[in-house]
């Protein structure tokens, strides 16, 4: 209690004195002008009828949720919120692309801003408020989750522009009503609004599915459709906001092993002071930098004029809006130094010396330069040095243990830490993708055995159907562009590989360009996510034709997946992870194989044999590029095992 008390009036003195109080009777602008406004009572009645309930008591309950949800900007206060913001974020040096920044300063100045950010940590919610205020930008409402609105805390956040809200709120038609409502007022009054694309942080380091709330509401009130039940009163002159995709990055991160025990089963620390408390005491250690980049800004009533012209419209025209907003999220998340490292010794999962770390990074460095993407902090990744700072900061935080007791030092993974080292991977692995998938398609036009009965197209169409099915596999795991869209990368890096337009394809020259390509990906990329499907196919087609629970599916992969990474039938412990085998359970659903019935068992252990033999060829790159790991299979052995063998040693 001593210690919670002590931080309780930490965070007191930080701000002024009146900070302690409750928001002001009289309520933010937008309570009161929703309260007055003619639209937003008809639809109030309108929900009372709908309901069948008294329209006063449906009046109180929205003016109590209006009141809950509703966030102020306090100069005073703000000033004491950004100084406990630098105190949280003691532990980093904050980065921002000033010239980016200057940019949407002008933005600013004209338009409304929906600053769309990607949620990897708690900090998110104090590096971006910070480094807009102390640029001068208009004030920013936040959007956060109800269980943060702590006492005491929550009351001085609400007086920063923090918006609370619910998240199950399917059962509650009449809290939806407000928030929309709510929404589509700030965006009249032309505040700039923020919010986390993903609903929530991300576990695995890599951007999680959008979550579409947020956003439909926004859309309603750019496209002024009646939102709420009744259009009468929108004009023609709705407002727009411009769409700003934010992306916050980290060196590293004290909470990452919180959340990955989570991932192995452990129950989520609940919000309260104690956890603030211990949150707080955490960011005592240096743990590098954080990056604030920003996205391509977009105007969000085009983007939906465009899309209905396409014939997109309604929840489908949100579901391509919240897409776009991912990839340009993705396209503005800078390479960090500790990304490179963790992607090179967890493809090796062994000890290293800086010098073979070097030498995985060399080609990962050349192929980034290539495709032109931006590295945090303008690093080199070529620089022995700044590699080696790397391996300090990651064994100083316990991801990495060092030995140096021998000829020369070397790191490797700590024991329990391969998912904390896949997080920090993952927030670069999406610029890897495509590439690790035009590998296999390699691969596999380069097993054709002669004789093969091939497609209009050839050996070339081969390895274009390979790549769409490894789309289709991966697609609930990466965000994708459309399939046109993503024909066009994979040419980008066949032009890499070759140096100009690739017209045809033979399984020799396919041969070829895999063995002498550089760098080899698939290995690092996509074998902890394929291995962990793997492992839920292989308890999925376990129970033949009968029904599924699914929480019973979940713990019996997290205990199967044990046993498979101690004998090494995976290829590292990172593929035991809830938050994998949750995904691998999203397509195993698509694919209809959840659902009880006659020859859904077969279609089960197809789906298992397809995951097998796609194993099978990403170890078969990794066995390429010199992986020593060797990997064992999880398929029982077979006769077509010979067969299988002879094909590797071909390649």
């Given at each position: 209690?001593?210690?919670?008390?002590r931080t309780r009036d930490l965070a007191r003195a930080a701000l002024p004195r009146s900070v302690g109080e409750r928001l002001p009777a009289a309520p933010p602008?937008?309570?009161?002008?929703?309260?007055?406004?003619?639209?937003?009572?008809?639809?109030?009645?309108?929900?009372?009828?709908?309901?069948?309930?008294?329209?006063?008591?449906?009046?109180?309950?929205?003016?109590?949720?209006?009141?809950?949800?509703?966030?102020?900007?306090?100069?005073?206060?703000?000033?004491?919120?950004?100084?406990?913001?630098?105190?949280?974020?003691?532990?980093?040096?904050?980065?921002?692309?000033?010239?980016?920044?200057?940019?949407?300063?002008?933005?600013?100045?004209?338009?409304?801003?929906?600053?769309?950010?990607?949620?990897?940590?708690?900090?998110?919610?104090?590096?971006?408020?910070?480094?807009?205020?102390?640029?001068?930008?208009?004030?920013?409402?936040?959007?956060?989750?109800?269980?943060?609105?702590?006492?005491?805390?929550?009351?001085?956040?609400?007086?920063?522009?923090?918006?609370?809200?619910?998240?199950?709120?399917?059962?509650?038609?009449?809290?939806?009503?407000?928030?929309?409502?709510?929404?589509?007022?700030?965006?009249?009054?032309?505040?700039?609004?923020?919010?986390?694309?993903?609903?929530?942080?991300?576990?695995?380091?890599?951007?999680?599915?959008?979550?579409?709330?947020?956003?439909?509401?926004?859309?309603?009130?750019?496209?002024?459709?009646?939102?709420?039940?009744?259009?009468?009163?929108?004009?023609?002159?709705?407002?727009?906001?411009?769409?700003?995709?934010?992306?916050?990055?980290?060196?590293?991160?004290?909470?990452?092993?919180?959340?990955?025990?989570?991932?192995?089963?452990?129950?989520?620390?609940?919000?309260?002071?104690?956890?603030?408390?211990?949150?707080?005491?955490l960011q005592r250690n240096r743990l590098g930098r954080a990056y604030l980049t920003v996205g391509e800004p977009f105007s969000l009533r085009e983007r939906m004029?465009?899309?209905?012209?396409?014939?997109?419209?309604?929840?489908?025209?949100?579901?391509?809006?919240?897409l776009d907003i991912s990839h340009r999220l993705n396209r503005a998340t800078p390479v960090t130094t500790t990304a490179i490292v963790s992607l090179a010794l967890?493809?090796?999962?062994?000890?290293?010396?800086?010098?073979?770390?070097?030498?995985?990074?060399?080609?990962?460095?050349?192929?980034?330069?290539?495709?032109?993407?931006?590295?945090?902090?303008?690093?080199?990744?070529?620089?022995?040095?700044?590699?080696?700072?790397?391996?300090?900061?990651?064994?100083?935080?316990?991801?990495?243990?060092?030995?140096?007791?021998?000829?020369?030092?070397?790191?490797?993974?700590?024991?329990?830490?391969?998912?904390?080292?896949?997080?920090?991977?993952?927030?670069?692995?999406?610029?890897?993708?495509?590439?690790?998938?035009?590998?296999?398609?390699?691969?596999?036009?380069?097993?054709?055995?002669?004789?093969?009965?091939?497609?209009?197209?050839?050996?070339?169409?081969?390895?274009?159907?390979?790549?769409?099915?490894?789309?289709?596999?991966?697609?609930?795991?990466?965000?994708?562009?459309?399939?046109?869209?993503?024909?066009?990368?994979?040419?980008?890096?066949?032009?890499?590989?070759?140096?100009?337009?690739?017209?045809?394809?033979?399984?020799?020259?396919?041969?070829?360009?895999?063995?002498?390509?550089?760098?080899?990906?698939?290995?690092?990329?996509?074998?902890?996510?394929?291995?962990?499907?793997?492992?839920?196919?292989?308890?999925?087609?376990?129970?033949?034709?009968?029904?599924?629970?699914?929480?019973?599916?979940?713990?019996?992969?997290?205990?199967?997946?044990?046993?498979?990474?101690?004998?090494?039938?995976?290829?590292?412990?990172?593929?035991?992870?809830?938050?994998?085998?949750?995904?691998?359970?999203?397509?195993?659903?698509?694919?209809?194989?959840?659902?009880?019935?006659?020859?859904?068992?077969?279609?089960?252990?197809?789906?298992?044999?397809?995951?097998?033999?796609?194993?099978?060829?990403?170890?078969?790159?990794?066995?390429?590029?010199?992986?020593?790991?060797?990997?064992?299979?999880?398929?029982?052995?077979?006769?077509?095992?010979?067969?299988?063998?002879?094909?590797?040693?071909?390649?």
């Amino acid at each position: 209690m001593t210690v919670v008390r002590r931080t309780r009036d930490l965070a007191r003195a930080a701000l002024p004195r009146s900070v302690g109080e409750r928001l002001p009777a009289a309520p933010p602008r937008e309570v009161t002008e929703l309260l007055h406004d003619k639209r937003f009572q008809r639809a109030v009645a309108a929900a009372a009828a709908e309901q069948g309930r008294d329209e006063e008591e449906v009046w109180a309950e929205v003016k109590g949720y209006l009141h809950e949800m509703a966030a102020a900007h306090d100069d005073r206060t703000a000033q004491g919120w950004a100084r406990l913001g630098e105190w949280f974020l003691r532990a980093y040096d904050v980065l921002v692309d000033e010239d980016d920044m200057q940019e949407l300063r002008r933005l600013d100045r004209a338009h409304s801003l929906a600053l769309a950010f990607s949620h990897r940590s708690y900090l998110d919610g104090m590096v971006i408020p910070n480094a807009l205020s102390s640029r001068r930008f208009s004030p920013t409402y936040t959007f956060g989750g109800a269980n943060l609105n702590l006492p005491v805390i929550g009351t001085v956040a609400s007086r920063t522009g923090l918006i609370f809200i619910r998240r199950a709120t399917q059962e509650i038609p009449v809290y939806r009503l407000a928030l929309r409502s709510y929404i589509r007022q700030m965006v009249a009054n032309k505040r700039n609004l923020a919010w986390s694309i993903e609903g929530g942080r991300t576990r695995t380091g890599k951007l999680r599915p959008p979550v579409h709330g947020i956003l439909k509401y926004l859309t309603d009130a750019v496209q002024a459709d009646g939102a709420d039940g009744v259009d009468e009163d929108a004009g023609p002159d709705a407002p727009d906001v411009q769409v700003v995709p934010l992306s916050v990055v980290y060196d590293q991160l004290h909470e990452v092993s919180l959340m990955t025990e989570e991932a192995r089963g452990a129950s989520k620390t609940p919000e309260d002071w104690r956890w603030l408390v211990r949150f707080a005491r955490l960011q005592r250690n240096r743990l590098g930098r954080a990056y604030l980049t920003v996205g391509e800004p977009f105007s969000l009533r085009e983007r939906m004029a465009e899309l209905a012209a396409e014939g997109v419209t309604g929840h489908q025209a949100v579901e391509r809006v919240a897409l776009d907003i991912s990839h340009r999220l993705n396209r503005a998340t800078p390479v960090t130094t500790t990304a490179i490292v963790s992607l090179a010794l967890l493809g090796a999962d062994r000890a290293l010396t800086v010098d073979e770390v070097l030498d995985t990074v060399e080609p990962l460095a050349a192929y980034i330069d290539a495709r032109q993407w931006p590295v945090a902090g303008a690093a080199d990744l070529r620089d022995r040095s700044t590699i080696r700072r790397a391996l300090a900061d990651l064994t100083r935080s316990g991801v990495l243990t060092a030995y140096d007791r021998g000829t020369e030092p070397v790191w490797k993974i700590g024991d329990d830490q391969h998912l904390v080292a896949a997080f920090y991977r993952n927030t670069v692995i999406h610029i890897l993708v495509e590439r690790a998938i035009g590998e296999l398609a390699l691969l596999t036009v380069s097993e054709l055995e002669p004789g093969t009965e091939l497609p209009a197209g050839g050996e070339l169409q081969v390895g274009w159907e390979e790549a769409k099915r490894m789309r289709d596999l991966l697609k609930f795991e990466f965000f994708f562009p459309s399939r046109a869209g993503f024909e066009d990368d994979l040419r980008t890096e066949l032009q890499l590989l070759v140096g100009e337009g690739v017209t045809e394809m033979t399984p020799v020259k396919a041969r070829e360009l895999l063995v002498n390509a550089r760098p080899h990906l698939a290995h690092l990329v996509l074998r902890p996510f394929l291995d962990a499907y793997l492992v839920v196919a292989d308890r999925l087609a376990d129970l033949g034709d009968a029904p599924v629970d699914e929480a019973d599916l979940l713990a019996d992969s997290l205990a199967v997946g044990q046993q498979w990474a101690l004998q090494r039938r995976v290829a590292s412990e990172e593929s035991i992870s809830l938050e994998l085998f949750r995904t691998a359970l999203a397509l195993a659903r698509h694919k209809g194989l959840l659902e009880a019935g006659d020859g859904v068992g077969s279609a089960r252990e197809a789906f298992a044999a397809e995951l097998r033999d796609t194993v099978r060829r990403v170890n078969i790159i990794g066995e390429i590029a010199g992986d020593t790991v060797t990997v064992g299979h999880p398929e029982p052995r077979s006769p077509q095992k010979s067969e299988q063998k002879s094909r590797r040693e071909r390649v």
